[in-house]
């Protein structure tokens, strides 16, 4: 028989990363020791309190059960005393948080919850593959809001036109930012909680990477500002914060009706966090930052090496006060996906082509600070010996 999938499927490109690790593969069956810059998984590894908090509770016969659908109290209650601590925000932790099994997970269901055909879905461009799928999945109309140099790399809320903005259902947005590893400030969410407020338009932020962070910099969370809660949602992870993108764990939280309409379509298509893991992720929560600022300075010295190392090559980037992520501009003569593709089987060096986050990443490659230092010098030396 031959076998018809759903039409959705053909709307989807292939996935980013999975194509860059069947490339990655490919290189390395040839012998060539692969340096992978690509995919923003951290080499540091869950710290030890974490796994011990993992270890100590998964031999507990209660936790093999299945878990609460919208996560344990106190997992919710540890997330809502982080935010507390963190941002200075209270919580509501049994309506305005809810256990996801990874951002990722929640950044794909919302919409389910949120978006009806014929909605439209405002995506910056570049931006995270996520919210792209979760849009057409649930035939909404993504309308791609670019995020350009000249605007620091935040939307342009001005330029979208009326029609659109009267028919759009849900804006994401996402600071720190991947790819470009641009920051937002109070009043850039002032702006647009404002221009939702007005347009009648859900917000939902993803945060993932609000706690990579140099130089001092503390990024701030959306539902500071007044007003947010009514029509926001925020995305946490604790994938690159704590090193546990294997764990899949995350949550989200904000307004009540948001987060509990996650919550209904959770309930319906998963069975929540195993509670071993959410024992550590409230360890994690709770147990103190001193290893995330061990990390931070690895990732700092890092992306100092890095910026200084590609700078003298001629291949310019900001040097970014949060995420491991450096934005590099495509040398001339290139397109993002020669240049990657280049580099790759020039130099076994996996990098990311900016046009795979959408038509806004072209004229843009992104490296991943995810490898040591040593490692990170010798994919320079490599990029090198390239004479671009
Ligand atoms: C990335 O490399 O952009 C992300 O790590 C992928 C992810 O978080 O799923």
């Keep these: ?29 040839t012998g ?31 936790n093999h059960r299945y878990p609460d659908y919208q996560g344990l109290d106190r997992f ?11 941002f200075n925000v209270t919580l509501d932790s049994a309506r305005e948080v809810c256990a996801l099994i990874g951002s990722k997970e929640g950044i794909a269901n919302f919409p389910v919850a949120v978006v009806d055909p014929g909605d439209i879905v405002l995506i910056p461009s570049p931006g995270y593959p996520v919210y792209y799928s979760g849009c057409v999945f649930n035939g909404g109309e993504p309308y791609y809001m670019p995020l350009r140099k000249e605007n620091a790399f935040l939307p342009d809320l001005s330029a979208i036109p009326a029609e659109i903005v009267r028919r759009a259902k849900l804006m ?38 609000s706690e990579i962070a140099f130089d001092g910099y503390q990024a701030p969370s ?56 959410q024992e550590a992720a409230i360890e994690a929560l709770t147990g103190g930052d001193e290893t995330l600022h061990q990390y931070c300075a690895i990732y ?12 003298a090559l001629g291949l310019q980037c900001a040097t970014p006060r949060a995420t491991f992520y450096l934005w590099v501009e495509t040398p001339k003569g290139y397109t993002s996906v020669s240049f990657t593709e280049r580099v790759l089987r020039e130099t076994g060096v996996v990098i990311t082509p900016g046009s795979g ?31 671009l």
């Design 76 to 86: 919710r209650e540890a997330a809502a005393g982080w935010y507390k601590r963190r």
């Design 300 to 311: 700092q010295e890092r992306r100092d090496l890095m910026v200084a190392a590609l700078g």
């Design 1 to 29: 028989m031959q076998i018809k999938v759903a039409s959705r499927l053909n709307l989807l490109p292939p996935y980013l990363f999975a194509e860059l690790d069947r490339l990655k593969r490919e290189v390395q069956q």
């Design 222 to 277: 959306l539902l500071e500002i007044d007003g947010a809660r009514e029509c926001s949602i925020e995305f946490h992870s604790l994938s690159k914060t704590y090193s546990m993108t294997g764990w899949r764990v995350g949550f989200a939280v904000g307004n009540a009706a948001l987060v509990g309409a996650l919550g209904t379509v959770k309930t319906n298509v998963d069975s929540g966090v195993f509670q071993a893991v």
């Design 172 to 209: 994401w947005i996402n600071y720190p930012n991947n790819p470009t590893a641009a920051t937002a400030e109070l009043p850039f969410y002032r702006d647009v909680v404002a221009f939702c407020l007005k347009h009648s338009i859900i917000l939902a932020h993803d945060i993932a990477y």
């Design 357 to 387: 986050f959408g038509k806004g990443g072209e004229g843009y490659v992104r490296f991943s600070l995810t490898v040591p230092s040593a490692r990170l010098r010798e994919a320079v030396g490599r990029i090198q010996a390239l004479r």
């Design 32 to 62: 060539v020791d692969v340096i992978s810059l690509g995919i923003g998984d951290p080499d540091l590894p869950t710290p030890a309190h974490i796994v011990a908090a993992l270890k100590r509770t998964a031999d507990l016969p209660v």
